[in-house]
Structures are given as C-alpha cells and as structure tokens.
C-alpha cells in the first residue's frame, strides 16, 4: 500500500452534496483489478475512477471507471468529475481548452465552457427491446402500457433500456420493484417532459399536495426534461444524475424529434438531488453533454 491523492467530487451540480459524488484516486499506478473493484465497493459510491498515464498519446490521461458492482467502459459523470479533479490537481491538457480522456470505450473530448465541462457523447446503437423485456420492466416499475410513449435500447457502452414516459409527474412517481430488476438484469432509464399546461417543476415534498405543487412551479428553473436511473443489476438500486445514460438518451429523442437541439435535464429529485445536465447537439450533429462539478474532499488515501 501507498499514500495517494484523493478527491471526492459531486458532479452535475454547482451546490455540494446536490449532485452525484464521484470518488477520484488520482493516482491508480500499481493497482491491479480486485484492489480497484475493492476499494470501489468500500467507498459504496456510484462509481469509483483510478486515474492512469495514458496509453494513447492523443490522450491527456487515462481513466478506469467501477461501480460497486464491476467496471464500465464508460460512464459521463466519472468522465466530468475525473476531468474536474485532474485539472484541480494540475493537469495540463495538451491543447488549450480541450482535453481527451481515455478509457475502456475508447478516447472522449472534453471542452471547457466557462466553469463547466462538457463531454462528447460516444456513439451509441439503438435498437427495440423485445416486447416480453419491456413488459417485464414496466410491470417492476408499475407501469402500464400507455404510459410509455417510446422504448430504446441504448448502448454507448453501458447499455440502458431507456423509456419515455407520458409526462415527468409519472416519473417522478415511480416507485420500482428493485429486486425484480435486479433479477431482469437489465439497467432502466425513464424519462418525462412536463405537461403541456404546467411549467417545468422542481424537486416536491409531497406530489400529492397542491401547495407544494404550486411553490414547486414559481421556483423552476426551464427543465425540460425529468430524468430517473435504475442499475441494481450493478449494485445501485437509483444512481442520483447519470452521463452516460443523458447522453444516449439525448442523441436519442433529438433525433426522434421530442427535444429540442439543447435543452436541460433533471435528475436527482428523488433521492433528494438537483442535478442538472445541459445538452447541446452542434451543427456536425455531436452532442455535448455537461454540468458543473465542485470538490467536496480533498486529501489522501492509503491504498
């Protein structure tokens, strides 16, 4: 074992502890596997990322990415908050305002806009799921068949059912069958815009309560977009705000027509988060996906 640097970071949010933490070792020389997937289960975080020397020489640096459950090839808010916690720490990209991270999937872009990062969504493929997967995932949701308006398989890497519901009250109120889910072993993304005749809402003590539904309304910011992420075939039963799946999601319904070129996204709200995802798609059609990081600890580990 040795003394490493060490950064914890909550990502899509500008407000500590608002957003999702992502535990950086920023120096993973010398770690084999089962001490990575370790320490990734100990933390009990979303995900756990081990910063190496790249292999590429394209690369400004090289990334592993694990869950509690194993390793992603890719992930979005490891990819911000890696990049946030290696600038902190001094890294130097090779070309100014832009740095290409390296992982598993294969090398990400990543530009600064102002205070923020923003990552190029990878290429994903899309195909329908089989009509007995999607009615066993809507019956572990409690789900009924007209209130998913669409269904994709979405893999850019991970690989998420996503589904788009009716409305975002819908998928805020949502309450799964997480063993059931597990069981399917299939990761489920939802997804809802606000009604038409309701502004975009923000987190509610209660749904049910109309007081708190109108204080909710006045205190929005433009969400367009309300998004809920459930990986317990991965050991993480809701994950608070999740890149990889915004992404996949957004090249998706953009390119089906549901959302505009850029919008913001929601997630979070359930579990008592106000994440925020921005999304662009530029004029070459790539999407860019960002939001804010800000370092909660700092200091070292011995691992």
């Known amino acids: 074992m040795k003394i490493r640097p060490f950064k914890q970071v909550d990502v899509f949010t500008a407000k500590p502890y608002a957003g999702n933490p992502l535990a950086v070792v920023l120096d993973g020389a010398g770690l084999d596997d089962a001490q990575m997937q370790d320490f990734a289960k100990w933390t ?30 890719f992930a979005g808010h490891p990819t911000l908050g890696s990049c946030h916690a290696w600038l902190e720490a001094g890294g130097r990209p090779k070309a100014s305002g832009r740095i290409v991270q390296q992982c598993a999937q294969g090398l990400v872009p990543i530009r ?16 329908a799921p089989s009509p007995s997967l999607l009615a066993k995932v809507a019956g572990a949701l409690g789900l009924r068949a007209q209130q998913i308006v669409a269904a994709q398989l979405l893999d850019n890497g991970p690989v998420w059912l996503g589904l788009l519901l009716a409305d975002s009250d819908t998928v805020l109120a949502l309450k799964p069958d997480h063993r059931l889910l597990k069981e399917l072993g299939q990761k489920v993304g939802v997804a809802g815009m606000p009604a038409a005749d309701e502004a975009p809402v923000t987190p509610l003590i209660s749904r049910s309560n109309r007081e708190a539904r109108a204080f909710a309304r006045a205190d929005a910011d433009d969400v367009a977009l309300e998004v809920r992420a459930f990986a317990a075939p991965v050991g993480i039963e809701e994950d608070p705000v999740t890149g990889s799946f915004n992404a996949s999601l957004a090249q998706w319904l953009i390119a089906e027509g549901h959302l505009p070129e850029r919008y913001l996204a929601a997630q979070g709200q359930c579990l008592g988060r106000a994440g925020r995802v921005h999304v662009t798609r530029d004029a070459e059609g790539q999407v860019w996906v960002g939001g804010d990081s800000v370092t909660c600890i700092d200091g070292k580990l011995t691992l």
Not at 112 to 124: K, N, Y
């Open 112 to 127: 600064t806009e102002g205070e923020r990062l923003v990552f190029a969504a990878p290429p994903s493929r899309r195909s």
């Open 44 to 73: 009990n975080l979303s995900e756990t990322t081990f910063l190496l020397p790249p292999s590429d020489p394209s690369a400004d640096y090289r990334v592993r990415i694990f869950t509690p459950g194993g390793e992603l090839p």
